[in-house]
């Protein structure tokens, strides 16, 4: 018998005692239970893909797998068609992108022309719900001071420049002012992130 020891697939397709398996298929561990009857031993290493599960269950994700991942703002204009790529990518749809993909992900900035340049959202931009790097010192011109600026004035009651809700997110080199609830604000469970080089509440280019 394979060796069961904190182990709990079964016959039932994990949720049994191990149960019986081939010699040569040794169990996989309970959080896998995708693949079937009597697996329950961690994957090995060539198992592993860029698919946002844990697959040896050590509690991370596609550990060394998923090649870093940047998505460039590159239109200064709200837009939203869903997509962001070199010919047309605004900061709500990098946002937007950036929590679907898997991997190490950053949001960098390659805006057309000398700053200050402003983004003026119509309404609440996607939370950032995953560890990423959200990095407006990317943007060419960036001297010790924010030229990429969000200014909510337009973004309706109630609204956040951004919000955090996941940790170790890093916001750096953003100026956030005009909204009607926080400029950045950090939620419960956001451990470990942080804010760098921002103006909040103060448009340095005024």
């Keep these: 018998l394979p060796d069961c020891a904190e182990k709990e697939c079964g016959d039932d397709g994990c949720g049994g005692s191990c149960g019986e398996c081939p010699a040569d298929d040794?169990?996989?561990?309970?959080c896998d239970t995708s693949l079937g009857v009597g697996l329950c031993a961690p994957a090995l290493a060539e198992e592993f893909a860029c698919d946002g599960v844990d697959e040896d269950c050590d509690g991370e994700t596609d550990?060394?797998?998923?090649?870093?991942?940047?998505?460039?703002?590159?239109?200064?204009?709200?837009d939203?068609?869903?997509?962001?790529?070199?010919?047309?990518?605004?900061?709500?749809?990098?946002?937007?992108?950036?929590?679907?993909?898997?991997?190490?992900?950053?949001?960098g900035?390659?805006?057309?022309?000398?700053?200050?340049?402003?983004?003026?959202?119509?309404?609440?931009?996607?939370?950032?719900?995953?560890?990423?790097?959200?990095?407006?010192?990317?943007?060419?011109?960036?001297?010790d001071a924010p030229i990429v600026e969000l200014d909510g004035s337009g973004a309706g009651e109630s609204v956040s420049g951004l919000t955090v809700s996941a940790g170790d997110v890093?916001?750096?080199?953003?100026?956030?002012?005009?909204?009607?609830?926080?400029?950045?604000?950090?939620?419960?469970?956001?451990?470990?992130?942080?804010?760098?080089?921002?103006?909040?509440?103060?448009?340095p280019s005024t």
């Design 26 to 30: 040794p169990c996989r561990s309970a």
């Design 63 to 78: 550990e060394g797998v998923c090649a870093p991942v940047v998505f460039v703002v590159n239109a200064a204009a709200d």
């Design 80 to 107: 939203d068609d869903g997509t962001c790529d070199a010919a047309h990518c605004s900061l709500r749809e990098a946002l937007s992108a950036a929590q679907a993909a898997f991997g190490t992900v950053s949001v």
């Design 109 to 143: 900035f390659a805006l057309e022309g000398p700053g200050p340049h402003v983004l003026t959202p119509s309404s609440a931009l996607p939370a950032l719900t995953r560890t990423l790097v959200l990095d407006a010192t990317t943007q060419a011109g960036y001297v």
């Design 170 to 203: 890093l916001v750096r080199g953003l100026a956030v002012y005009g909204f009607t609830s926080h400029g950045i604000s950090i939620e419960p469970g956001a451990d470990r992130s942080r804010i760098e080089r921002c103006f909040v509440g103060l448009s």
